[in-house]
C-alpha cells in the first residue's frame, strides 16, 4: 500500500480508490510515510482529511500488535541468555546489549515499513559480524579496547539500524533528518513509558507489601528481560501510529529547554572558572565534563531539528546560535585537556578515543553554528542546518567502526 501511495500521490482518484479498498491499512501506511510526501499539496488535504477522521489515539491492527508482541518476546529470549545458557551475566551484557534491542527494532522497522530486501540483508550480516567479533574478543577485564568497543558497540548498531530504515534512500540529507526527528521521537516516547512502568512497578510492589507478599524478585525478572526491551519497540509502534501525539510533545520539548540549557551552561562555565576545577589534570572531572557535553549536544541538535521542521524563527536561531557557541567554547576548553594529557601522559586508547569524538563534536558544532549564524543575522533557510548535521552521520558511523574493529587490534587487546 505505501509504494501505491507513493507511485499516486499526484492522482487524487487513484488515491481514492486506494482508500475505497481498504480504509484502515491506507489511513496506517498513509500517516507512516506521510514525512516523506508532505510537500505534496494531495498530500496535505488527506493529512487533514485522515486526521479529521481518526479516534485521538490509534491501536493500530490485532495483527500489528501480534508482530510487536512476537518480537518482544524473542527480544526477552536474547536478554535471558545468561540464565538460559549459564553464562555470566557481566560478560554476556557488556558485549551484548545493543543486541537486544537493535536486531529487533530493525525487524520492527523493516516490517512496519516494508521489507527493503538488500537493507535487511546487509544489515543481519553486519549483526552478525558483530556479535561474532565481540564475543571473541578476549575475556580482559582490565582491556580499555575492550570496554571502549562495547561501550561503542551499540552506536554502531544503531549506524545499521539507520541504514536498514532509511532503504536505498540512506544518502537522502531529508532522509537522514526524518531517521534524527524519529530518534528523537523515540527518545521521548521511551521516557515516558519507563516513567510510567517504574511508577506502575513500585505501586504493584507497594500493594503486595501491604499484604506481606514479596513480588521484587519476580517483578525484577519480568521487568529487566522482558518489559525493558519491549519499550523501544512499543515507542516505535506507538510513534507509528500515532505520529501527531508526539509531533505536539517534541516541539514543547525543544522550546523549553534550549533557554534553560543555555542559561546551565553559562552559569556552569562560571563557575568552573570560579571554584578552580583543573581538567587538565583531574581525570574524573575531564570524564564527567564530556558526559555532560555529549548531552548539551543531543539537546541542540534536537532542538535544531524541531526548529527546522516547524521553520523556527530568528529569535530561536539566535538562541541555538549562542547555545551552540558556549557549548564550541566547552568543547574547546575540553578538547585542549585531553591534548595536554596525550602530551603529558602519552598515548593510549581511552585518549584518542575521547580526543576522536570531541574533535568530530567539534567540527560539527562549528559547521552548525555558522549555519545559525547566517540564518540569524543573514536570514538564509534553516534547512541549511539540517545538512550540515545529517552530513556528519557517516562520520560517526566510520568513528564507531574504527573504535570497535580497529583500536583493538591496533592496541593489541590492551
Request: a neutral charge; glycine letters at 4%; zero cysteines.
Amino acid at each position: 500500500m505505501k509504494e501505491l501511495i507513493i507511485k499516486h500521490i499526484d492522482d487524487p482518484a487513484a488515491l481514492e480508490q486506494l482508500y475505497r479498498s481498504d480504509a484502515n491499512r491506507f489511513k496506517s501506511d498513509f500517516m507512516t510515510i506521510f514525512d516523506q510526501i508532505d510537500d505534496h499539496i494531495v498530500a496535505k488535504v488527506w493529512n487533514e482529511r485522515i486526521k479529521a477522521t481518526e479516534p485521538s489515539i490509534s491501536w493500530g491492527f490485532k495483527y500489528e500488535w501480534l508482530v510487536v508482541i512476537l518480537i518482544t518476546f524473542f527480544a526477552g529470549i536474547v536478554a535471558k541468555m545468561p540464565h538460559i545458557l549459564s553464562i555470566d551475566e557481566d560478560f554476556y551484557f557488556m558485549r551484548n546489549i545493543g543486541f537486544v534491542v537493535f536486531p529487533f527494532l530493525t525487524l520492527y522497522i523493516a516490517w512496519r515499513l516494508g521489507v527493503y530486501l538488500k537493507g535487511v540483508v546487509i544489515s543481519s550480516i553486519m549483526f552478525l559480524i558483530s556479535v561474532i567479533y565481540i564475543n571473541l574478543l578476549p575475556d580482559n577485564p582490565s582491556s580499555d579496547t575492550l570496554l571502549l568497543a562495547a561501550l561503542h558497540l551499540p552506536l554502531f548498531l544503531w549506524s545499521v539500524f539507520g541504514f536498514s530504515t532509511l532503504k536505498h534512500e540512506y544518502k537522502n540529507h531529508n532522509q537522514r533528518l526524518l531517521f534524527l526527528r524519529f530518534n528523537g521521537d523515540l527518545a521521548v516516547m521511551m521516557a515516558i513509558l519507563a516513567i510510567s512502568g517504574g511508577i506502575l512497578t513500585a505501586l504493584t510492589v507497594g500493594m503486595f507489601s501491604l499484604i506481606e507478599i514479596n513480588i521484587e524478585h519476580i517483578l525484577e525478572n519480568i521487568v529487566v528481560f522482558w518489559a525493558a526491551p519491549a519499550i523501544p519497540i512499543v515507542a516505535t509502534f506507538l510513534i507509528k501510529t500515532n505520529p501527531r501525539i508526539v509531533n505536539m510533545v517534541s516541539p514543547i520539548i525543544a522550546k523549553l529547554f534550549s533557554p534553560i540549557v543555555l542559561i546551565t551552561l553559562v552559569v556552569y562555565l562560571a563557575a568552573v572558572l570560579i571554584s578552580g576545577k583543573d581538567p587538565y589534570n583531574d581525570r574524573d572531572f575531564l570524564l564527567i565534563f564530556n558526559l555532560n557535553l555529549v548531552g548539551v549536544m543531543a539537546i541542540i541538535l534536537f532542538s535544531i531539528l524541531e526548529a527546522s521542521k516547524n521553520q523556527g524563527s530568528r529569535w530561536e536561531s539566535g538562541l541555538l546560535f549562542s547555545l551552540s557557541v558556549v557549548a564550541i567554547i566547552l568543547n574547546s576548553i575540553a578538547l585542549s585537556a585531553i591534548l595536554y594529557r596525550l602530551f603529558e601522559y602519552g598515548i593510549t586508547p581511552n585518549r584518542i578515543t575521547v580526543m576522536g569524538g570531541n574533535v568530530l563534536i567539534l567540527s560539527n558544532l562549528v559547521m552548525v553554528s555558522m549555519r545559525l549564524f547566517l540564518i540569524t543575522f543573514k536570514e538564509e533557510q534553516i534547512e541549511s542546518v539540517g545538512e550540515s548535521i545529517s552530513s556528519f552521520l557517516p562520520v560517526y558511523a566510520v568513528w564507531t567502526v574504527v573504535v570497535v574493529f580497529l583500536f583493538p587490534l591496533l592496541f593489541g587487546f590492551r
